[in-house]
């Protein structure tokens, strides 16, 4: 009788592991937003096809984390430390909020022609975050699967890429009004960018020390 009235654990890992799948989905819009590259007018119906995908992405996202966080509320025993499970749902809700944003500023700035280390650093941030993905199903397998080389690789990659981008926008020839706007707008996005890295990585350290401790 006592058993039938104990509260049944709550799907922790697929909660994650679902959060994550929405995560590498917005990630994945992102190359594919700076390579649309021409007139405005002719990329912008792309553009705002990729904005509207990943606003229901990041919608989806939000509900999964509520769903999460009202299900460990309410349950007793977890497969892994509730604390554990708490902060890696809360860095896949900030990651898919902070991808969403950089779609959205992408977007809004609409530039004709995105710069070759941007697409560079925008298919490196999907690469590390389908690296969580693997990390993730390693921690629900209770197996180390976190491919530290791999990840620090395409991290240290990023930010020799962001220098030489931030270095190339600044680098502005003729001061113009829409030089130095353009200039503006490559700084923004290449700060939303760098947010993104790290936060990436913010996200394979909560995993990584939740697998050390189960595992």
Excluded: W
């Amino acid at each position: 009788m006592l058993k039938g009235l104990l509260p049944k654990g709550a799907p922790f890992f697929e909660y994650l592991l679902q959060q994550n799948k929405v995560m590498c989905a917005i990630s994945a819009l992102i190359p594919r937003l700076v390579e649309k590259s021409g007139p405005a007018r002719a990329v912008l119906p792309a553009r705002d096809g990729i904005q509207q995908e990943a606003d229901a992405l990041e919608r989806e996202g939000d509900a999964l984390y509520l769903q999460l966080i009202r299900d460990l509320s309410q349950t007793f025993i977890t497969p892994i430390d509730r604390e554990d499970i708490l902060r890696i749902g809360k860095e896949l809700e900030a990651m898919c909020d902070l991808l969403e944003n950089l779609v959205a500023r992408l977007h809004v700035f609409n530039l004709p022609l995105y710069p070759l280390q941007m697409k560079r650093i925008a298919k490196n941030i999907n690469g590390m975050v389908l690296l969580t993905r693997s990390m993730l199903e390693g921690l629900a397998q209770k197996r180390d699967s976190h491919d530290t080389r791999a990840f620090r690789v395409l991290q240290d990659e990023c930010e020799v890429l962001l220098s030489a981008g931030l270095g190339e926008a600044l680098d502005v020839q003729e001061m113009t009004p829409q030089t130095v706007m353009g200039a503006l707008k490559l700084t923004r996005a290449y700060d939303r960018m760098e947010q993104a890295v790290h936060q990436v990585a913010e996200l394979a350290e909560a995993i990584e020390e939740a697998v050390l401790k189960n595992v």
